[in-house]
T-cell receptor, first 115, second 113 residues
């Protein structure tokens, strides 16, 4: 079991560009969560998805941010027209489809730097 | 509302001594309480968890206690070692919100030589 995979690990964008962050959950996991972490701060919940469904997006900014988890392929967190304040580490976590849904396992994160 | 308070924000402990980190939660329906350890530049990793049907759980030098009445739970690390230096996050799930996990703000633990 390869664990939760995220790519890229580091992403540099200029203001106004788009950032696409990918997350592949662990095998047997169909729940995906995205968190943002600023330096020296905690994990801020952004969005919770299951395959083809957004379950809870209460932590995601209404503008410029979107997330999807298609039937095939990884979950994508998209940030359009990035600004310097979007610079952060973005972590994805997944949890099992059956049993123990509460237990989340984190990926290595994508560190986004906006110049 | 959904809230998890964590104290202290920073903790320095002499190597070999014990460290205790405390958290409180707001929703009496919360029933699962994981603890994560995050080393510098790394991902958060689950180190121990406890469910609401038990009051204490232990795994080698790490233990977690839960007081459901007071809505408190604590992480205890005994015989601390340099590799215990990290940021520790407590969390609680909210069953009425699709088991959403709310994290505390973290405790930076320094083990002093």
């Amino acid at each position: 079991n390869a664990g939760v995979m995220q790519n890229p690990r580091h992403l540099v964008r200029r203001r106004g560009q788009e950032a696409r962050l990918r997350c592949s959950p662990m095998k047997g996991h169909s729940h995906v969560y995205w968190y943002r972490q600023l330096p020296e701060e905690g994990l801020k919940f952004m969005v919770y998805l299951q395959k083809e469904n957004i379950i809870d997006e209460s932590g995601m900014p209404k503008e410029r941010f979107s997330a999807e988890f298609p039937k095939e392929g990884p979950s994508i967190l998209r940030i359009q027209q990035v600004v310097r304040g979007d610079s952060a580490a973005y972590f994805c976590a997944s949890s099992p489809t059956q049993g123990g849904r509460e237990t989340q396992y984190f990926g290595p994160g994508t560190r986004l730097l906006v110049l | 509302g959904e809230n998890v308070e964590q104290h202290p924000s920073t903790l320095s402990v002499q190597e070999g001594d014990s460290a205790v980190i405390k958290c409180t939660y707001s929703d009496s329906a919360s029933n699962y309480f994981p603890w994560y350890k995050q080393e510098l530049g790394k991902r958060p990793q689950l180190i121990i968890d406890i469910r609401s049907n038990v009051g204490e759980k232990k795994d080698q030098r790490i233990a977690v206690t839960l007081n459901k009445t007071a809505k408190h739970f604590s992480l205890h690390i005994t015989e601390t070692q340099p590799e215990d230096s990290a940021v520790y996050f407590c969390a609680a799930t909210y069953p009425n919100r699709d088991d959403k996990i709310i994290f505390g703000k973290g405790t930076r633990l320094h083990i002093l030589p």
